[in-house]
């Protein structure tokens, strides 16, 4: 079983930066992916980025350039680093484990943070 904590979110105005923050209760070093999806009213849960086991990157398009994504498996910690935020940003935000378990591929999730990129 994994615990996600996430961290980090809150009310910023655009152009603003915030960084979300997720803990894990294991090692993440192990996991084998981690991600952070956001979720708008209204709309589905979307993959933001992606940060594999072997250290592959990947983002949506709409926040390339912007977002970046991080790990540090010493604190068992991944990291959103969000810069020039938009409106179109606002959304609860979920970290998103990927552990193989007895040959399974298992999903955890976070709690959730609520990031408003508003004037």
């Known amino acids: 079983q994994v615990q996600l904590v996430e961290s980090g979110g809150g009310l910023v105005q655009p152009g603003g930066s915030l960084r979300l923050s997720c803990a894990a209760s294991?090692?993440?070093?192990?996991?084998?992916?981690m991600g952070w999806y956001r979720q708008a009213p209204g709309k589905q849960r979307e993959l933001v980025a992606v940060?594999?086991?072997?250290?592959?990157?990947n983002y949506i398009d709409s926040v390339k350039g912007r977002f970046t994504i991080s790990r540090d498996n010493a604190k068992n910690t991944v990291y959103l680093q969000m810069n020039s935020l938009k409106p179109e940003d606002t959304a609860v935000y979920y970290c998103?484990?990927?552990?193989?378990?007895?040959?399974?591929?298992?999903?955890?999730w976070g709690q959730g943070t609520q990031v408003t990129v508003s004037s």
């Open positions: 940060i594999t086991s072997g250290s592959n990157l």
């Open positions: 294991g090692s993440i070093f192990s996991m084998y992916a």
């Open positions: 998103n484990a990927v552990k193989l378990e007895g040959g399974k591929l298992n999903d955890y």
